[in-house]
């Protein structure tokens, strides 16, 4: 495996000291699978569950210091039907749990769940990347989803967990070619990693052999596939040349924050080149001193206090690259921020992009309730290429249009600049792209109190956009975005989400809706009751706060809540060996049941009762349905359906 060129491999069961020796000596790292009962419901059999905690503390305890276990997959495709038996909030805080319990075993560890496009919604809040297994054989329709995962992962990092062909149904050429395209979109991508399945055409499913399927890139006589030495001889592409890039940062008494800013720009890589602008809007700190001081290659401008618009305005009067790139003194832009970008300005329909902007580690409480909480600077999306607004604080533009709109607006002296700008650009028919492997880290406030003043300025600065933007607000001042704004979380379920899960859940690809926007959870090492009750303070002032600033309103202006139909609470639950969920379907469909819609909780319904279906797995391709009917059990048939099936 090494001599092929892989790095690590991943297991669909925990190592043994054997192999992550065997791995050590290869260069390999390994990433172990926790296997256990997650393909029935495990929580009408406690015991399973218990189980699985039981077995990842004891393989973590026999293993977790090896140099050559690098993560932990707790769990691999529920399947969607149990997942919406069990509750999906229910299994996310199982995986959830399972997670934690593994981190605090082995703190040094990487973990996730496997999750797929049938439950997109699963995503777990603590894990430390998102991982989706995808199987989609064209690369466009390849390329366009890992677009969308990467909004789906929010700030963590996207790994492809499994993505394979199977040559007996496709051909040897056929899976040679479309691996290696899938390798280089991944890498095009920005993900941090493809896993390949898988290495050999023998494997097995539930401890039984699966002869007809030839996912390798070895056979089973262990001879090489083609698609072992496509993959082999993979050399990616350098980075595309890079515009010449003005790189302009706007601060005021940063003394104490600038210098690892610009000593992340000065290690920036760019083929062609940049220039670092520093605009001093007024500061008294000494900052301008300190620069000029520390770091010589800096043009530097001294201006008496006018405003953060006005600073950005000025730094681009004296630049002389092709893009502007802006981002704030308490940022520190990842090595590869400007390549990245110019990776989405190659595409002639953007005249600017942004990417995230993430908070690093927090050093105390206080700063992991500042993550958590809302109110930070988010990027919204009209769809997974095309942004609405982009935060200032990782915003790059082309000094076309930058002067096609005139730039900033000066009455914007703290925040909403951003806004603003992106609006202006929009109206004038310029478009925003999105690059997500472009990410500068943010550091937020470095306390609560100065948090919720940052809020109060921040309702000052849209009250400013209500006034000149009134055709973007409601009558009560909340903004009215086209599209999606995404807080830095993964996009998961939660209590009150709607779910598209297709009829009879039978969708392919199963969305999620949320009201709230996906924001980051809090730090697992200080996740304490009174930092949780810390938290809860400042999610309930920071919209109340913007509010008074905005309109002189305590009650924040809040979006129309997503309904669905109500269960009932009494239901029916039977079991039914041997036969599968899909056939009782056709069946019930055929007795004069109607199925349900795309966002409901139940597959079909007749006469106001309604039905829930979903097959467990065992070894050895044993199964059984569950049902579960809500209202009048006389409606169902399905002992003599069963009986008829089998």
């Not at 297991?11 to 997650?38: I, T």
Request: glycine fraction near 8%.
């Amino acid at each position: 495996m090494a001599a092929a060129g892989f790095n690590a491999i991943r297991l669909f069961e925990m190592p043994d000291r054997c192999l992550l020796d065997a791995a050590w000596a290869a260069g390999l790292r390994v990433f172990g699978g926790l296997d256990w009962g997650y393909s029935v419901d495990f929580f009408q059999r406690p015991g399973l569950f218990t189980a699985a905690r039981a077995k990842l503390v004891e393989a973590l305890r026999e293993t977790a210091g090896h140099p050559a276990l690098a993560g932990i997959y707790v769990g691999n495709e529920i399947r969607p039907d149990l997942v919406r038996w069990m509750g999906p909030l229910r299994v996310r805080h199982a995986i959830e749990e399972l997670i934690a319990l593994g981190r605090e075993v082995a703190p040094h560890l990487l973990f996730a769940y496997a999750n797929f496009p049938s439950t997109e919604y699963l995503e777990p809040e603590n894990a430390d990347f998102s991982a989706f297994n995808v199987y989609l054989e064209e690369p466009e329709a390849f390329r366009n989803y890992l677009k969308r995962l990467h909004h789906i992962a929010g700030d963590r990092p996207l790994v492809i967990s499994e993505f394979g062909v199977d040559s007996q149904r496709n051909g040897l050429a056929r899976q040679a070619e479309s691996l290696a395209w899938a390798m280089e979109i991944a890498h095009e991508q920005e993900t941090a990693g493809l896993t390949i399945f898988a290495w050999s055409d023998r494997w097995q499913n539930a401890g039984a052999a699966v002869p007809d399927w030839d996912f390798g890139l070895i056979d089973r006589a262990g001879h090489d596939k083609p698609a072992l030495a496509a993959l082999s001889s993979l050399h990616f592409p350098p980075f595309l040349r890079c515009p010449i890039f003005s790189v302009i940062v706007c601060t005021r008494d940063g003394r104490d924050r600038i210098g690892r800013c610009l000593w992340a720009i000065r290690n920036l890589v760019a083929a062609d080149g940049f220039e670092t602008i520093v605009v001093d809007n007024g500061s008294i700190d000494g900052t301008a001193d300190f620069v000029r001081g520390n770091f010589p290659w800096v043009k530097l401008l001294e201006l008496d206090a006018c405003g953060l618009s006005a600073a950005r305005n000025a730094g681009e009067e004296v630049a002389s690259g092709e893009i502007l790139a802006f981002t704030d003194d308490d940022c520190v832009p990842d090595r590869e921020w400007l390549v990245r970008l110019a990776r989405v300005f190659a595409d002639p329909r953007f005249a600017a992009v942004g990417g995230p902007n993430l908070p690093p580690k927090p050093r105390n409480w206080h700063e992991a309730v500042v993550a958590a909480a809302p109110g930070a600077p988010s990027h919204v999306m009209l769809d997974d290429e095309e942004a609405e607004h982009l935060p200032g604080c990782n915003l790059a533009v082309t000094k076309t249009a930058f002067d096609a709109i005139g730039g900033f607006d000066p009455i914007f002296r703290t925040a909403g600049d951003d806004v603003d700008f992106c609006w202006r650009l929009r109206a004038a028919g310029f478009r925003l792209g999105f690059a997500p492997g472009a990410f500068v880290w943010h550091w937020r406030r470095p306390a609560i109190r100065s948090f919720l003043k940052q809020q109060i300025g921040y309702g000052q600065a849209e009250r400013l956009l209500i006034a000149k933007h009134p055709e973007h607000f409601t009558p009560r001042g909340r903004a009215k975005w086209q599209g999606f704004v995404y807080g830095g979380g993964p996009v998961r379920v939660m209590a009150d989400s709607i779910i598209y899960h297709g009829p009879m859940g039978s969708a392919g690809y199963q969305s999620v809706q949320n009201r709230m926007l996906p924001l980051r959870g809090l730090d697992g090492r200080f996740d304490r009751w009174r930092v949780q009750l810390a938290l809860r303070l400042a999610e309930f002032l920071t919209p109340r706060l913007r509010a008074w600033a905005r309109n002189r309103r305590i009650l924040p202006a809040l979006g129309a809540r997503p309904s669905n139909r109500e269960l009932p609470h009494e239901a029916h639950d039977l079991e039914f060996p041997g036969v599968a969920r899909e056939d009782l379907l056709q069946q019930l469909l055929a007795d004069g049941w109607q199925p349900g819609g795309t966002t409901d909780a139940w597959d079909a319904e007749k006469q106001g009762t309604r039905i829930l279906l979903a097959t467990e797995y065992g070894d050895h391709g044993n199964r059984q349905t569950l049902v579960r009917i809500w209202g009048d059990v006389s409606l169902l048939r399905l002992k003599q359906l069963a009986a008829q099936q089998a």
